[in-house]
């Protein structure tokens, strides 16, 4: 599988309920920035959590990284219609610091039913 | 306080014609990097510069595709002889020097080939 692969590939949930997306990736990270996606628009960064980092919250977003298990979530909380998107995450390699190329992973398409 | 920039937003070109992209990063940045995304994938990176420097082509094909981002202007992703498997959407994300690399994208430039 690459390198930030997310799970599940696909979501429907009800409005109001929490909405919690899982990422694995292989390598070693710098850091790891999660993504979202309206259709057939650009992309929109969310959140980024560094590698010395466990949990990072920003508004009804909570990311978390297990850099032991290679693993990030994303929960949305009492989610919204306006939530329906594809929501990425993506590594950034750890090359000592500084700029690099992102690995994107497949992306979770999150349908919220009204 | 403008995004990144690109244009065009769409592009149809026919068979063996050529297409050229441009961004113009978030002031202050001097990264861009440039991603190819085929319909229903995640992003792929292509490849990455700075001011008349290309840093990382690794994921640029090795013909038809170049990139530059001159001393003045907009960063342009030029491709050759477009052939129907370019037909894809390409986004261009631009970060400050920070260590940490947030990178912020452009609504993005979809190639229709023909």
């Known amino acids: 599988s690459q390198q930030g692969e997310e799970d599940p590939q696909a979501l429907s949930i009800q409005e109001g309920e929490n909405a919690t997306m899982n990422c694995s990736y292989k390598?070693?990270?710098?850091?790891l920035q999660w993504y979202r996606q309206n259709s057939g628009r650009g992309l929109v960064h969310l959140i980024l959590?560094?590698?010395?980092?466990r949990e990072k919250h920003s508004g009804r977003l909570r990311v978390t990284l297990d850099t032991s298990k290679k693993s990030s979530s994303l929960l949305i909380t009492a989610s919204r219609a306006a939530d329906t998107a594809s929501y990425f995450c993506?590594?950034?390699?750890?090359?000592?610091?500084?700029?690099?190329?992102?690995?994107f992973g497949k992306g979770t398409h999150l349908i919220i039913q009204p | 306080n403008a995004g990144v920039m690109q244009n065009p937003r769409h592009l149809v070109r026919r068979r063996g014609q050529e297409a050229r992209l441009r961004c113009s990063p978030m002031?202050?940045?001097?990264?861009v990097y440039w991603y190819r995304q085929l319909p229903e994938e995640g992003l792929k990176f292509m490849v990455y510069?700075?001011?008349?420097?290309?840093?990382?082509e690794s994921g640029m094909p090795k013909e038809r595709f170049s990139a530059e981002f001159p001393k003045e202007g907009p960063s342009i992703l030029r491709i050759q002889q477009v052939v129907r498997g370019d037909s894809a959407a390409y986004f261009c994300?631009?970060?400050?020097?920070?260590?940490?690399?947030?990178?912020?994208f452009g609504p993005g430039t979809r190639l229709t080939v023909l």
């Open positions: 390598t070693s990270i710098n850091n």
């Open positions: 002031k202050g940045h001097s990264h």
């Open positions: 959590i560094r590698s010395n980092e």
């Open positions: 510069l700075q001011k008349e420097n290309i840093i990382d």
């Open positions: 994300a631009s970060s400050g020097t920070g260590y940490y690399n947030e990178q912020f």
């Open positions: 993506a590594t950034d390699a750890d090359s000592g610091g500084g700029a690099d190329g992102l690995t």
